[in-house]
């Protein structure tokens, strides 16, 4: 495919759920066309300020023009605000002899869109979400190609366009562990065992709110661990501020001596791991024979591409969009979903330990799962922004 001086822009950013795939189809363009040069257009504020020039990135950026959603003061200043960021992304565009972009949502993505489309540069969407979010929905209008993890998320593509649905682009540390598992999925249970501190041979469940916890899923889970410890080790992350609630429910269901951290150190001193965050993720689901989180959309993809059986508690705000996010994995076979409302310590006691003592519905899962999962959207996304990067640059 190797076609010189291909210069392509992504756009994106705010949050780690619109940054880590954006990443993912960068070092996959990287992968395939060496020589292409890639930049990324975001904001000053969002995550990508720090992880795209930590992934050795050019980062242009613009400031937030957010879609006025009520009419308020903020409504009278949007048309100007627009103008002036879309001039901006204008010079930008221009600058980096942009021959594709590539958007992936959030806040700096419809700038970029409706530039592009005006200086006849061709545009590539992902959405990752059940429901498409505004930028996107926008963008959809002037897509040339158009890939998403669900199906029916909304948008409403130009004639013409391609829409497929790909999957969510995987962070690398999660694409390396599906192609792990693919190999010897035993091996790397031990291997990331040892350095949890957790026993490979026993069950273990995974419990995780994301950075911020979930406290209804804290609550349940905790106040449960005397039922759950006789049928599996778990590893909790809390969320920031919350293990401290977390460690005085598991002391006064199982006893404070089944607590202990998690590392290599901890091992064979309990088996209620806790601890608020987990940089190294990965390893957790390395060993997990059951997750019990919420449904945000990379979560849910994640899990399915690994194949980790889950029970998913969306997030009760909103339209409901963590519910469907969860919907086609479940309705597929690769877990179950729960009503926050419902999740409580009863609801544990009376459905958790039976799922664990039966391995072959936990397999099941495991199965259903996987073959739900996409774990090549990187790449698939990276191949159709060169495609149209190339036929862009041999016409300049």
């Given at each position: ?32 066309e ?36 009520r009419?308020n ?7 100007m605000k ?5 001039a ?13 972009v590539?958007g ?35 963008g ?6 158009i ?21 969510l ?28 501190g957790?026993d ?10 994301g ?14 661990a ?22 005085t ?24 791991h ?31 591409a690994?194949?980790?059986p ?38 544990v006691r ?42 862009s640059?041999?016409?300049?």
């Amino acid at each position: 495919m190797s076609q010189g001086n291909m210069h392509i822009v992504l756009a994106g950013g705010g949050t780690a759920g619109h940054v880590n795939p954006l990443l993912a189809v960068a070092g996959a363009i990287h992968e395939l066309e060496p020589s292409a040069q890639v930049t990324v257009v975001g904001t000053a504020v969002g995550l990508e300020k720090d992880l795209v020039p930590a992934a050795g990135l050019e980062l242009d950026t613009i400031d937030k023009v957010p879609f006025p959603r009520r009419p308020n003061l903020y409504m009278l200043k949007f048309p100007m605000k627009w103008r002036r960021e879309t001039a901006k992304v204008r010079s930008i565009l221009q600058r980096r002899k942009a021959d594709v972009v590539a958007g992936f949502g959030g806040y700096a993505s419809a700038p970029v869109y409706a530039t592009a489309h005006r200086m006849g540069i061709p545009i590539v969407i992902h959405e990752q979400n059940a429901r498409a979010g505004m930028a996107n929905k926008l963008g959809a209008r002037w897509a040339d190609f158009i890939g998403t993890v669900y199906e029916h998320t909304g948008l409403k593509p130009r004639q013409g366009a391609v829409v497929q649905r790909v999957g969510l682009p995987l962070r690398p540390a999660i694409a390396a562990l599906a192609k792990q598992f693919e190999q010897d999925r035993a091996a790397v249970r031990r291997q990331a065992a040892e350095a949890l501190g957790v026993d490979p041979n026993r069950p273990l469940v995974l419990v995780t709110g994301g950075s911020l916890g979930a406290q209804s899923l804290n609550r349940a889970i905790a106040s449960a661990a005397g039922d759950l410890l006789a049928h599996a080790q778990i590893i909790h992350l809390t969320g920031r501020g919350k293990i401290d609630e977390v460690r005085t429910l598991v002391s006064k269901s199982a006893g404070e001596q089944v607590l202990t951290g998690i590392g290599a150190e901890t091992a064979g001193q309990g088996d209620y791991h806790t601890a608020e965050y987990l940089e190294r993720i990965d390893l957790a689901f390395a060993c997990a024979d059951l997750v019990i989180c919420r449904a945000g959309a990379g979560s849910v993809s994640e899990l399915a591409a690994l194949g980790l059986p889950a029970i998913y508690v969306p997030l009760p705000i909103g339209n409901g969009e963590q519910r469907f996010n969860a919907e086609p994995v479940v309705n597929a076979g690769g877990g179950l979903m729960v009503a926050d409302k419902d999740m409580t310590s009863d609801w544990v006691r009376a459905h958790v330990p039976d799922l664990l003592a039966d391995a072959d519905r936990l397999a099941e899962y495991g199965r259903k799962a996987w073959q739900y999962g996409i774990r090549d959207a990187a790449q698939i996304m990276a191949r159709q922004v060169l495609n149209l990067a190339k036929r862009s640059a041999s016409n300049r």
